[in-house]
């Protein structure tokens, strides 16, 4: 029966609820949701029957949906990481010893150049795109194998213009090739400068710590990052923009236009192509 209304006229319905009342899972439903949930999940449908028995109504995947981003998911690729393997310690150091370099570059004192190389092949990676509905999605080569270039690359992230020094080449990289660029990049020096740098193995050879000294002499010296700590070389930021969004799907069709784009890329760092930072 219909519930009459205090006074009538539009202003007896102010202050009242029309319609059915929305489900409820009870006060601290979102705590309790998340609580089950736990760092992740991937089927939010499987938890319906357990919140049926739990809270005594049947939600809607959509409500679920709602209820999940309520109490802080979001819905976003899982990544790899080697955080688990590194020494926290030795991290923060370092990331401290970055800091304190970079205020250092900030007054003028000295430059920080970040070193890695890359490997630009058909075998691309797959992005996420823009596509129109009802089409096929764009189809990227799918070739193994050999091939491809590798990209040895000296940049100096936080400095105006993020100058880039990008050494180009079919096939890997060693260590005498390695060796050969740091000598190159070394005659371009024009105050003291640190090379910051992953352990990998063409970074530690013999013919790397032979040469040492000599460019310690020229003001040029190399900090090792701690094993397992990719973030603190900010010129993989770089590398990921290049491969996931300035080297577009129509580049990877032939090697020639793969290192074309690859080229044109690299050239157009610090104008046409930044990366922003915190």
């Keep these: 029966m219909a519930q009459r209304v205090a006074r009538p006229g539009i202003g007896g319905l102010a202050g009242r609820t029309t319609g059915r009342p929305p489900t409820q899972t009870a006060p601290g439903g979102p705590k309790k949701v998340s609580a089950w949930l736990g760092p992740a999940t991937q089927q939010l449908r499987r938890w319906i029957p357990r919140l049926r028995r739990a809270f005594g109504v049947k939600l809607h995947i ?9 109490a802080g998911y979001a819905w976003k690729r899982c990544r790899r990481s080697l955080r688990a393997q590194r ?37 691309a990676p797959v992005p996420y795109a823009w596509q129109r509905r009802g089409q096929p999605p764009v189809a990227l080569p799918a070739v193994r194998g050999s091939g491809g270039h590798s990209v040895l690359g000296f940049w100096q992230a936080h400095a105006p213009g993020q100058p880039l020094q990008a050494y180009v080449r079919a096939g890997s990289l060693t260590a005498d090739l390695f060796v050969l ?84 890329v690299l050239n157009r760092v610090g104008r046409n192509y930044t990366v922003s930072f915190a």
């Design 62 to 70: 959509s409500t679920l949906r709602r209820l999940a981003r309520r």
């Design 87 to 123: 020494d926290p310690a030795a991290f923060a150091a370092c990331q401290a010893r970055l800091r304190e370099l970079h205020r250092a570059e900030a007054r003028g004192e000295l430059a920080v150049v970040y070193v890695d190389e890359c490997r630009f092949s058909r075998q």
């Design 181 to 264: 660029a740091v000598h190159d990049f070394a005659q371009t020096l024009n105050c003291p400068t640190v090379l910051v740098l992953d352990n990998a193995s063409i970074h530690r050879a013999l013919v790397v710590r032979a040469c040492l000294a000599e460019w310690a002499d020229r003001g040029l010296t190399l900090l090792f990052l701690p094993p397992y700590s990719p973030e603190l070389n900010h010129i993989e930021l770089l590398w990921h923009r290049c491969k996931h969004y300035w080297v577009r799907p129509e580049d990877y069709q032939s090697d020639h236009t793969l290192l074309q784009r690859v080229e044109y």
